[in-house]
């Protein structure tokens, strides 16, 4: 800065001298315009000022500041500093979500579904303490006098010998007038009905039996949940094959979400999954298993 500050001053100098030069001028010359002279020395200045800009060094260690570092001479380069934006017409103006129709009918299948779901809540009931030799096809068969049934689902229940279901019905009245054969005898107890609290959950249809021999296969496979992730797939089939007969395949799944696991178990035999169905609450491991009639092969 000491070199801007010493030609700064030349220049003011140089200034001064050409003001007393042109005033000595015009003192001696009378018919001169007194406007023209002023306006001629300020001219005379800028331009000399100009031309001694023009030759000052821009690198010179005066224009840097204190934190320049030598070693990154690159540091001030043109594409170190940010690009200004370009601001459109348009951004003065809020912009639109284009998201919100799809967002619309997200909330809108949200509550059709919740709608759908109360609805076949409302059609289910809840049955307990069913024989354990009692088909799917012989309970519905027991409410197919109250309304027609869509669906119905007995599951095994590690706290009982017995086990429970649920009954859907094509319409609610139906499933008020199920409420009325609570204590009915099926099998070698009376089952209790009461009105469900939970809908039914859909099988994928495609997992569904497609044929008479899948439909088949279906009778002689188990469902089973709540298996010891600790229990290998050989001593799930030795647990069955102990108690129930020839365990013909068997398919043992699980993830690193869930806790526990589950599986298909297929016997060579019918009458060996009828008799899976009482492994329900037996102890497999360090859990409690659950068996439930297979829907799908």
Do not use: W
């Amino acid at each position: 800065m000491a070199a801007v500050a010493e030609i700064t001053s030349e220049a003011a100098v140089a200034a001064n001298n050409n003001s007393d030069t042109s005033t000595n001028k015009n003192d001696n010359n009378n018919n001169l315009d007194s406007e023209t002279s002023p306006k001629s020395e300020s001219e005379f200045t800028v331009q000399k000022l100009v031309d001694m800009f023009t030759k000052l060094n821009p690198l010179a260690k005066e224009f840097f500041p204190s934190s320049y570092n030598k070693s990154n001479p690159n540091q001030f380069h043109l594409n170190n500093f940010p690009v200004p934006i370009k601001q459109s017409a348009n951004d003065n103006f809020p912009k639109k979500r284009r998201n919100d129709f799809n967002q619309g009918r997200r909330r809108m299948n949200g509550r059709a579904y919740r709608a759908q779901r109360e609805d076949s809540i409302k059609r289910t009931v809840y049955v307990s303490d069913i024989d354990q030799h009692v088909t799917e096809e012989r309970l519905a068969g027991l409410f197919s006098g109250c309304g027609q049934v869509v669906d119905c689902r007995i599951c095994g229940d590690p706290h009982s010998v017995l086990r429970f279901a649920f009954v859907e019905f094509a319409v609610e009245q139906g499933a008020r007038a199920a409420l009325n054969l609570g204590g009915t005898m099926l099998g070698y107890y009376p089952v209790r009905v009461l009105p469900s609290k939970t809908a039914i959950l859909p099988v994928n249809p495609t997992f569904l039996p497609q044929s008479e021999d899948e439909r088949e296969m279906c009778t002689r496979t188990v469902y089973c949940t709540n298996i010891d992730k600790k229990i290998s797939q050989v001593e799930v089939k030795n647990f069955f094959e102990s108690i129930c007969g020839e365990v013909t395949r068997l398919r043992l799944l699980g993830d690193h979400v869930h806790s526990t696991r589950i599986a298909f178990v297929e016997f060579a035999m019918a009458e060996s999954a009828i008799a899976a169905l009482n492994c329900s609450g037996m102890i497999m491991g360090s859990q409690p298993v659950r068996v439930s009639p297979s829907k799908t092969p």
